[in-house]
């Protein structure tokens, strides 16, 4: 069973963190089976699980039932969920309750992003209260809206240290980790180098102590839009595309199903029925 102390000797054995995200039981189950450090039930199933615009409307009560399922699929992986937008901005009991919800669900840990003095005391409540977490900096997402877009943080050295503060700070707060997004390469391996925890980079070069993507983006199956940062191993929409259209033909022209996937009366049966005719 992986935990938190897992991450640690990863990058303390200079190994790198593999985690990919995952929001229902097969995918899970077959992370699992791959042997993915570490699963994230990220708020991107907002729009690549349910069609939302964007990752602002997901609820915490949504996000539960993806990561029950997820939890299901892998009982032996480490898994993170992530806290949607304002389910835990308002108070730290807000921030705890949801919190606590999410790791009755099965989810290991959670992850926050940002690093001001609030985020920083409901990371030290969390920690207190049982509850590991994963901090997240760089491009936060749920700050799209005030960031003004996908913009690429840590561009120069100045923006860079205050980064590695913040992430300093997140560190002696209690978290186990942090992701870096958006960052470049270089600006991300110097936060990585100067924490004792480990980084998880999306879109920050390979200088982290790992890396996360989203598992149906490297699969080829979500295609509204792909990440600059996204490497495809495969091309699954164009797979099921393609099945899915030979199946409607095979229907249509009485191909499928054939004997091979049909049942048979016995032969007495048959002409017992035959001869009410």
Do not use: W
Request: glycine share 8%.
């Amino acid at each position: 069973m992986k935990t938190v102390t897992t991450f640690q000797k990863l990058k303390d054995n200079n190994e790198k963190i593999a985690m990919l995200t995952a929001y229902d039981y097969s995918t899970a189950k077959t992370l699992e089976e791959a042997g993915i450090d570490a699963i994230l039930v990220g708020d991107s199933l907002a729009m690549v699980a349910l069609g939302y615009r964007d990752t602002y409307i997901i609820t915490a009560e949504e996000m539960k039932v993806f990561v029950k399922a997820v939890s299901k699929g892998a009982k032996n992986t480490f898994i993170v969920a992530d806290m949607p937008f304002m389910s835990y901005n308002i108070n730290v009991e807000q921030g705890l309750e949801n919190a606590s919800k999410m790791i009755k669900a099965g989810a290991s840990a959670i992850k926050l992003e940002g690093c001001n003095k609030y985020i920083l005391t409901l990371v030290q409540r969390c920690i207190e209260s049982g509850i590991p977490v994963l901090g997240h900096l760089g491009f936060t997402p749920q700050l799209m809206n005030t960031i003004g877009g996908h913009k690429i943080q840590g561009k120069t050295a100045e923006m860079t240290e205050e980064i590695l503060v913040n992430a300093q700070k997140l560190e002696a707060a209690g978290c186990f980790g942090i992701v870096l997004e958006l960052m470049p390469a270089e600006s991300a391996k110097y936060v990585t180098d100067n924490l004792q925890i480990p980084t998880i980079g999306i879109g920050a070069g390979n200088g982290c102590s790992g890396q996360i993507v989203v598992t149906d983006d490297i699969i080829g199956k979500y295609q509204d839009f792909t990440p600059k940062f996204v490497k495809k191993y495969a091309d699954l929409h164009g797979l099921v595309l393609e099945s899915v259209t030979k199946y409607r033909e095979e229907v249509k022209n009485q191909i499928f199903p054939s004997e091979n996937e049909s049942f048979e009366l016995i032969p007495e049966e048959y002409e017992k029925l035959s001869s009410r005719d």
